[in-house]
């Protein structure tokens, strides 16, 4: 199993490595979104600073919608996904190993997101730890999240208009969890962060269960 | 496993079109119930319950208002738990095949999901009005970016979303398997909205009732029997509402099944007269 979700892992970091879309578009959206709230708060540095931790969040939300699309566009092409079953290959390494390849790209657009902050924002970090233990669970949880909704849409007609409508709603706990979390890093409240950080990884681990259980419903049918 | 086909469509379907109602002796009687119940609902609520010390008459609004988000929390449970037993009865082991779901209980708990489901949302918009008049008489807006309010408005989009999956045309098991996993995700909001007023700084009072053993309750006397009487014919209400739309998605699926019989049968008869 595990040899089988690195292939599949694998196989989706070689495409990205070719087309290179996640650098070139996903990233650079989401700077933009970054640069676009600055100019919704109107550039006002305080609001600004206060919120980043949030903005942060639903800048990469918005972009693991961009991606979990993507990752399932290569797939819809050809039939590659009956291909791959065809190959021998479990739904369930299929399933993880897209959402493995899923969660290093947001880890890349997080990070670029994390400078963007930085940079265009003015934050300043007080608990390193607690911002990349919390993005890194906030990652996964969007990428497992991701690949299972990108599952269900693979292949619908309505699948550009409907993957926004299902994930970023249910993605919602990831988002207010993780803002919680980056708030206290980024010195902005003075919440308990580990707390917030402990129930990313609750939601993580339950999607991890009902990923475990959907694998073979979803891409049987897909 | 072995899945057990369902009994002669033809036969059902024509069943189905002679049927011009959904209702039968129980529902009916369970119609009258809920009405009645809804009538002393109303006495209770607006004339023998006392206003609230602070909220005034405002706080009546309460005895619609909570209710309608347990039973909408009900909802989306039976929704999960219906959804759970849709991907065990359609598992791969349990002779699941491609296309339309042959296993019965299959069918029925996928329209449970489907009518629950929709009970759910019909009632947390119902909890979302009655929250916004409220409001808007306490603190003097229809709307605040509260954190039960916020919560309570993504459980509403997610399950639109969840009826939005399962109106897209597809195989029938497909669609039921793919919106059972939808189900289960989505269920996962649930305690995020309910403790949300305990988890962050919000304006929404904390919970009216503490089920928890030991808990405090926040109110007593009349307005807390009131509040339970209420919840009560909630229930009764969904139940019935409920009864009627499982038996329209029933109705739905036999109507689908009956025109493609139909339609095969003519082609069948054109090929017959054609010899």
Redesign the interface.
């Known amino acids: 199993m595990w040899r089988e979700i690195w292939l599949v892992c694998r196989k989706d970091l070689i495409i990205e490595w070719r087309a290179r879309v996640t650098l070139i578009q996903i990233v650079p959206t989401v700077l933009l979104v970054l640069v676009v709230f600055a100019f919704a708060l109107d550039a006002n540095p305080s609001l600004l600073g206060e919120g980043a931790g949030g903005l942060f969040w639903v800048a990469v939300l918005f972009g693991a919608v961009l991606g979990a699309k993507r990752s399932f566009d290569i797939e819809a092409e050809g039939g590659n996904l009956d291909a791959l079953r065809l190959g021998g290959l479990a739904p369930a390494a299929i399933l993880w190993g897209k959402a493995a390849a899923l969660a290093l790209q947001l880890v890349l657009v997080g990070a670029f997101a994390a400078a963007g902050l930085l940079v265009l924002y003015s934050v300043t970090v007080h608990e390193w730890l607690l911002i990349v233990v919390a993005g890194l669970c906030g990652m996964a949880a969007f990428a497992i999240?991701g690949t299972?909704?990108g599952a269900?849409?693979v292949g619908?007609r309505?699948a550009d208009t409907?993957l926004p409508?299902?994930l970023i709603?249910?993605a919602?706990?990831v988002l207010?969890a993780g803002t919680r979390a980056f708030d206290v890093a980024l010195g902005t409240s003075a919440d308990q962060g580990w707390s917030w950080t402990a129930l990313l990884a609750v939601?993580l681990v339950?999607?991890i269960a009902?990923g475990w259980?959907?694998a073979?419903?979803?891409l049987?049918?897909a | 496993m072995i899945e057990t086909p369902e009994p002669d469509l033809r036969q059902q379907a024509q069943r189905a079109g002679s049927l011009s109602m959904t209702g039968s002796v129980a529902t009916r009687a369970l119609g009258v119930v809920a009405i009645a119940a809804v009538g002393v609902m109303a006495l209770l609520a607006l004339w023998i319950s006392p206003p609230d010390a602070v909220q005034g008459d405002s706080v009546r609004l309460m005895y619609v208002h909570v209710p309608s988000i347990w039973v909408a929390y009900g909802g989306f449970v039976l929704t999960a738990f219906a959804s759970a037993r849709v991907?065990w009865r359609?598992?791969?082991g349990a002779g699941?095949t491609?296309g339309v779901i042959a296993d019965r209980q299959a069918r029925r708990w996928d329209r449970v999901a489907g009518a629950a489901a929709e009970l759910g949302v019909l009632f947390t918009a119902l909890t979302l009005v009655t929250g916004s008049l409220w409001g808007k008489v306490t603190w003097g807006t229809y709307w605040q970016w509260d954190a039960r309010l916020t919560?309570t408005v993504?459980?509403f989009?997610?399950y639109?979303?969840?009826l939005?999956?399962r109106r897209?045309p597809?195989?029938s098991?497909?669609r039921a398997?793919?919106s059972?996993?939808?189900a289960?995700?989505?269920v996962?909001?649930l305690p995020?909205v309910h403790y949300s007023v305990d988890w962050w700084r919000t304006l929404h009072q904390e919970a009216s009732l503490n089920l928890e053993p030991g808990g405090d309750r926040n109110i007593t006397g009349e307005m807390y029997w009131t509040l339970l009487y209420s919840w009560a014919t909630f229930t009764v209400v969904a139940l019935w509402i409920g009864i009627h739309r499982y038996r329209v998605l029933r109705l739905e699926e036999l109507a689908e099944e009956a025109s493609l019989e139909e339609l095969l049968a003519q082609r069948r008869d054109e090929q017959a007269a054609g010899r």
Request: glycine share 6%; with cysteine.
């Open positions: 999240c299972l909704y269900m849409t619908l309505s409907l409508l299902l709603p249910v919602a706990p207010l939601v339950t999607y009902v259980a959907a073979g419903p979803l049987e049918d | 991907l359609t598992r791969s699941g491609y919560t993504l459980l989009v997610t639109l979303g969840y939005a999956l897209l597809a195989e098991r497909a398997r793919r059972a996993v939808m289960l995700i989505a996962v909001n995020i």
